[in-house]
């Protein structure tokens, strides 16, 4: 089993940047593709980024180029780094690991998630 902890979201005016951090516990996540989801009011979770464990990185068209995500396994953690930010980007964004090779995209394919961080961006 693998326990994920997300942590850094807020309030922040658009523009502005804010980094997410997803602390894994259970077991070692250096074998798992990490990804980002996230879920606005009334719509349906969508993806954001993914990180093989081979540091392959995916990233949806609508956040390319402003976030990043990277993975620090000696900590078992994974961060996302968001720049640019825009009031499109407000959501509950959510870690989650995949035993899968690749970059997978769709969430089904994801076996363990977190609870999930708020994101909120103003004018």
């Known amino acids: 089993q693998v326990q994920l902890v997300e942590s850094g979201g807020g309030l922040v005016q658009a523009g502005g940047s804010l980094r997410l951090s997803c602390a894994a516990s259970?077991?070692?996540?250096?074998?798992?593709?990490m990804g980002w989801f996230r879920q606005a009011p009334g719509k349906e979770r969508e993806f954001v980024a993914v990180?093989?464990?081979?540091?392959?990185?995916h990233y949806a068209d609508s956040v390319k180029g402003r976030f990043t995500i990277s993975r620090e396994d000696a900590k078992n953690t994974v961060y996302l780094q968001m720049n640019s930010l825009k009031r499109e980007d407000t959501a509950v964004y959510s870690c989650?690991?995949?035993?899968?090779?690749?970059?997978?995209?769709?969430?089904?394919?994801?076996?363990?998630w977190g609870q999930g961080t708020q994101v909120t961006i103003s004018l």
């Open positions: 989650a690991a995949a035993d899968q090779l690749g970059t997978p995209i769709s969430p089904d394919l994801y076996d363990y």
């Open positions: 990180i093989s464990w081979s540091d392959d990185t």
């Open positions: 259970g077991r070692t996540i250096s074998r798992y593709a």
